[in-house]
C-alpha cells in the first residue's frame, strides 16, 4: 500500500508540473472560474456532461475540462465526477435537478485528482460518495499537500482554498468490481487495473453500453496517455483488458472531452504498443535516456497540444525506466 501511495503523490506531482509548464503566466490550462458545463443525453435517464466547448477543443487537440455524467433510477441518481470547486460541482448539482427531483444516492470519483473530486464537500447531505480505497487513503494523508499543489497551477482564486477532505462511504478494492443498484437500474463500477494512478475507476451501464473513463482516457485523438507513474507495461494492458471488454457500438465518457466511441481508444492503445516497441529497441541498442527520447519522436502520433511535453518528457522516459527495470527484473 505505501508503494501505492507513493505512486499515487508522484502521479499528482506530474499532473501538476505539466499544467505548469504548459501553463503562461500562472494562466491554467483550463479556468475553473469560466468553464461553462453542459450535458448530453445518451440514453433515457443517462446523461454525460462536459464543458460546452469540449468538441471544439478535442477536435483541435486542446486541453478540454472534467468530464462526468450521472444515471437516473427509480431511488436516486448516480453522480460521476464532483469537479474542482463549488462554481462546478454546482452546475453538475444544476444539471442534474433539470432532470429529476431525485435525490442523489452516490457521487463517484474516478481518482484521487481534484478536479474530479474536490466538489465531493457540495454534495447534499446524505449522498454517499464512492471511491478507490487506494485513492481514498491518498486524499486521508495527502490532501494538504495536493491542494497546496492544485492552487499554484490552477491558480488563486479558484475556490481551491476552501476544500475540505470528505470521506468516502463506499470502497473498491485492488481488481475490484461492485454493483449499485439506483432501482430498476443497476450500474457496475469496476477496477481494471492500474490506468493512469493506482486508484483508477471505470463505470460501466451495461444496459446501454456505456463506459466513464475517467483519466484513464483522456479524451478522443489526438490526446495521448499520460504515463504519470511510469507503468507503461500496465498501462497498455490495462486499455487493452477495457477494449477488448466493450462491445463494439459502447460509448465512452473520457476524462475531459466529448463521448467517444470503442473504435477511439485504438488511438491510445497503438500509441502505448509504438512507444514500447520503439523504446524497447532503443534500450536493445543500449542508448542513453536522452538518446532514446532523442530518437523515439513519435511524429506519427503528433496532433495533440500537449505532445511537446506529454511524449519526450513523460512519456519516453516513463517507457525507458519501466521497460529496463522490467529488463533487470
Known amino acids: 500500500?505505501?508503494?501505492?501511495?507513493?505512486?499515487?503523490?508522484?502521479?499528482?506531482?506530474?499532473?501538476?508540473?505539466?499544467?505548469?509548464?504548459?501553463?503562461?503566466a500562472q494562466e491554467p490550462v483550463w479556468d475553473g472560474n469560466k468553464v461553462v458545463l453542459e450535458s448530453e443525453q445518451l440514453a433515457?435517464?443517462?446523461?454525460?456532461?462536459y464543458a460546452n466547448d469540449a468538441v471544439k477543443l478535442s477536435k483541435q487537440g486542446k486541453p478540454v475540462a472534467?468530464?462526468?455524467?450521472?444515471?437516473?433510477?427509480?431511488?436516486?441518481?448516480?453522480?460521476?465526477?464532483?469537479?474542482?470547486n463549488k462554481r462546478l460541482s454546482q452546475q453538475v448539482l444544476d444539471l442534474i435537478a433539470k432532470q429529476t427531483?431525485?435525490?442523489?444516492?452516490?457521487?463517484?470519483?474516478t481518482s484521487a485528482h481534484g478536479d474530479h473530486s474536490y466538489g465531493n464537500m457540495y454534495l447534499p447531505k446524505g449522498v454517499k460518495?464512492?471511491?478507490?480505497?487506494?485513492?481514498?487513503?491518498?486524499?486521508?494523508?495527502?490532501?494538504?499537500?495536493?491542494?497546496?499543489?492544485?492552487?499554484?497551477?490552477?491558480?488563486?482564486?479558484?475556490?481551491?482554498?476552501?476544500?475540505?477532505?470528505?470521506?468516502?462511504?463506499?470502497?473498491?478494492?485492488?481488481?475490484?468490481?461492485?454493483?449499485l443498484d439506483l432501482g430498476g437500474v443497476r450500474v457496475d463500477v469496476i477496477d481494471f487495473g492500474f490506468a493512469q494512478t493506482g486508484g483508477d475507476l471505470f463505470v460501466w451501464y451495461e444496459n446501454d453500453k456505456i463506459l466513464w473513463a475517467g483519466n484513464a482516457i483522456i479524451a478522443p485523438k489526438p490526446a495521448l496517455p499520460w504515463l504519470l507513474d511510469g507503468h507503461l507495461v500496465e498501462t497498455l494492458s490495462?486499455?487493452?483488458?477495457?477494449?477488448?471488454?466493450?462491445?463494439?457500438?459502447?460509448?465512452?465518457?473520457?476524462?475531459?472531452?466529448?463521448v467517444m466511441g470503442k473504435t477511439d481508444i485504438k488511438w491510445h492503445i497503438d500509441y502505448l504498443a509504438a512507444i514500447k516497441s520503439r523504446v524497447q529497441a532503443a534500450i536493445d541498442k543500449g542508448l542513453?535516456?536522452?538518446?532514446?527520447?532523442a530518437q523515439v519522436s513519435m511524429d506519427?502520433?503528433?496532433?495533440?497540444?500537449?505532445?511537446?511535453?506529454?511524449?519526450?518528457?513523460?512519456?519516453?522516459?516513463?517507457?525507458?525506466?519501466?521497460?529496463?527495470?522490467?529488463?533487470?527484473?
Do not use: C
Open 66 to 84: 472534467t468530464s462526468g455524467g450521472f444515471i437516473v433510477g427509480e431511488k436516486g441518481v448516480l453522480l460521476i465526477e464532483t469537479m474542482l
Open 288 to 293: 542513453t535516456l536522452e538518446q532514446t527520447v
Open 238 to 258: 490495462t486499455l487493452q483488458k477495457v477494449y477488448d471488454f466493450l462491445p463494439d457500438d459502447a460509448r465512452v465518457v473520457p476524462g475531459h472531452g466529448p
Open 300 to 329: 506519427d502520433f503528433r496532433g495533440y497540444a500537449l505532445f511537446d511535453w506529454v511524449n519526450p518528457r513523460l512519456n519516453v522516459p516513463a517507457a525507458y525506466k519501466d521497460l529496463t527495470m522490467a529488463h533487470q527484473k
Open 129 to 179: 460518495i464512492v471511491q478507490h480505497a487506494n485513492t481514498s487513503m491518498y486524499i486521508h494523508q495527502h490532501f494538504k499537500a495536493d491542494t497546496e499543489f492544485m492552487i499554484q497551477n490552477f491558480g488563486k482564486g479558484r475556490g481551491i482554498e476552501d476544500i475540505r477532505p470528505t470521506d468516502a462511504d463506499v470502497l473498491v478494492g485492488s481488481n475490484g468490481k461492485i454493483t
Open 101 to 109: 427531483k431525485k435525490p442523489i444516492l452516490y457521487a463517484l470519483n
Open 1 to 24: 500500500m505505501k508503494h501505492v501511495l507513493t505512486k499515487l503523490v508522484l502521479s499528482t506531482a506530474a499532473t501538476l508540473a505539466l499544467t505548469a509548464h504548459v501553463a503562461q
Open 44 to 49: 433515457p435517464n443517462i446523461f454525460a456532461y
